[in-house]
């Protein structure tokens, strides 16, 4: 079955299939009482969310939500993956509580089959995070306000660490414009094409004192760097990725780096060196001449998850949490007790988006990626075949919204929002419903974060990258 909510409304349909599943008996109550905590307050929550009050609020028929609800409560297993389409909301975190409650009133944690299951938007995202690319978190998801653990960090690299949580990407521009924060380090990423409201993220890397990139291509945001270290693609060195499923995956290299490229741990380490702080393995005086072995040392001795995850320099494919050598892996978490003990039901209502069409703005935009390209085309669009097959974006929009703007397929049209404007070809189709839009975020010379708004999850804080209000109208241009 496809439910195609409104942009937005994620919390209400879920609370609604909840809803039929609490009204018709349908729950796992054993698990309920054995493994969840809140439950009453949960189930009041989401009572007046009636599929017929869904209905309106998300445009997806009641008995389409009956049915849905019907079908996941009734399956012996039954998975909920989701992507950025869940995340990308003010209410981000609120829509993954409210899967998080659905998966929990029917059992559907611990066991195979079943499960919370996020897709992660890059290869190495599970990993990045493992190892503490996030603000306020250290490797292995140790909180930085928690002394014993930062106490841990702090004698291994001979260091003393902030409690103070870091900021988020769209934090830190804002940062960045208000003169809070001189200089910044980029690392693979390409924030004037992949973050929103560009023109602001182009006008606050401007005001930085300092920007270095550290990338394998001349981005967007590289050219605006002070300085650009070139860095390595993943098949020019060893290493491991861990998926989705926290499943730690050799990487072998299969060619050197060209040119004066160096690895990217090489750079970092040499870096960190000359700035004072040599850390666990100092590039000059490591006692490990292989570097993957020594990096992947410091991982087994501080991060728990990983302690028996490598063996003689390899990653043996298991999936973490494994704590020692002789642990086989964790295929499934969750099972018979959560990491907390019980699991916590979260109470959510549905909230709008921070940004709704008006007469000004009449269109919902939201923004992704289409199968033929990667993120922002720096390397996708170097691709002869993929460039091929799709050369430049379209905004797609419905027949009947193209009918009314006088708009044919292929045409030129204008989009503006409240932050922006961009000229770009139509593609007239029934993929979209009418009165929405939709953008890649693929293309530098139509590029959909000039029109996306800064709005954040005040949890998560991640922007609400998939609405926001637009204006569409036929361009003075020949196609």
């Known amino acids: 079955m496809w439910l195609r909510q409104k942009h937005g409304t994620d919390v209400a349909l879920l609370n609604a299939m909840a809803q039929v599943i609490l009204s018709e008996g349908l729950e796992n109550r054993e698990f309920i009482e054995q493994r969840t905590e809140g439950f009453e307050e949960f189930r009041a929550a989401v009572e007046p969310y009636t599929p017929e009050i869904a209905e309106k609020i998300t445009g997806v028929p009641a008995d389409d939500i009956t049915r849905a609800a019907r079908a996941y409560a009734k399956a012996d297993g039954a998975s909920i993956v989701?992507?950025?389409?869940?995340?990308?909301?003010?209410?981000?975190?609120?829509?993954?509580?409210?899967?998080?409650?659905?998966?929990m009133i029917t059992g559907n944690i611990g066991k195979p089959g079943s499960g919370v299951n996020p897709l992660r938007g890059q290869n190495n995202v599970q990993g990045a995070c493992d190892v503490g690319a996030l603000p306020d978190l250290l490797p292995g998801y140790q909180r930085v306000d928690n002394a014993e653990a930062r106490a841990r960090f702090e004698a291994a690299w001979s260091v003393e660490l902030s409690d103070r949580p870091g900021l988020t990407v769209v934090e830190m521009i804002d940062a960045a414009d208000e003169g809070k924060l001189r200089a910044m380090y980029v690392m693979g990423e390409n924030p004037v094409l992949s973050d929103p409201d560009s023109n602001h993220?182009?006008?606050?890397?401007?005001?930085?004192?300092?920007?270095?990139?550290q990338d394998i291509f001349l981005t967007e945001t590289a050219q605006l760097a002070d300085v650009v270290l070139p860095g390595t693609a993943?098949?020019?060195?060893?290493?491991?990725?861990?998926?989705?499923?926290?499943?730690?995956?050799?990487?072998?290299?299969?060619?050197?780096?060209?040119?004066?490229?160096?690895?990217?741990?090489?750079?970092?380490?040499?870096?960190?060196?000359?700035?004072?702080?040599?850390?666990?393995?100092?590039?000059?005086s490591r006692e490990d001449k292989d570097e993957i072995t020594a990096i992947q040392k410091e991982m087994a001795l501080l991060i728990p998850q990983y302690g028996g995850v490598f063996v003689s320099g390899e990653s043996t494919g298991k999936q973490w949490p494994c704590p020692s050598p002789d642990h086989p892996g964790t295929p499934i978490l969750h099972v018979g007790k959560f990491t907390r003990g019980l699991g916590k039901f979260h109470p959510v209502e549905?909230?709008?988006?921070?940004?709704?069409?008006?007469?000004?703005?009449?269109?919902?935009?939201?923004?992704?990626?289409?199968?033929?390209?990667?993120?922002?085309?720096?390397?996708?669009?170097?691709?002869e075949v993929l460039d091929c097959l799709v050369s430049v974006g379209v905004i797609e929009i419905n027949p009947s919204d193209a009918n009314r703007l006088g708009v044919q397929d292929g045409d030129f049209v204008k989009v503006s929002s409240r932050r922006g404007s961009i000229e770009i070809g139509a593609k007239v189709t029934e993929r979209v419903a009418s009165g929405t839009a939709f953008l890649a975020f693929h293309y530098r010379e139509a590029p959909a974060n000039r029109l996306t708004i800064a709005a954040l999850d005040p949890v998560a804080k991640i922007p609400e990258l998939k609405v926001c209000a637009v204006k569409i109208e036929k361009a003075n241009r020949a196609t």
């Not at 950025?84 to 209410?91: A, K, L, P, R, V």
């Not at 993943?234 to 926290?246: D, I, L, Q, S, V």
Request: aromatic fraction near 10%; charged fraction near 20%.
């Open 82 to 103: 989701y992507s950025m389409g869940i995340t990308q909301h003010t209410t981000g975190t609120d829509n993954v509580f409210a899967l998080a409650n659905l998966a």
């Open 201 to 213: 993220v182009e006008s606050a890397l401007k005001k930085l004192d300092f920007l270095v990139v």
């Open 234 to 284: 993943w098949a020019e060195k060893n290493g491991t990725f861990t998926n989705t499923e926290r499943r730690v995956q050799q990487v072998r290299k299969a060619v050197d780096p060209p040119g004066e490229a160096w690895l990217d741990s090489d750079i970092l380490l040499e870096v960190a060196n000359r700035m004072g702080y040599p850390g666990l393995i100092p590039l000059s």
């Open 350 to 383: 549905f909230i709008p988006p921070k940004e709704l069409p008006d007469e000004e703005y009449p269109f919902v935009l939201s923004t992704g990626r289409i199968l033929e390209h990667y993120h922002t085309g720096t390397m996708s669009r170097r691709s």
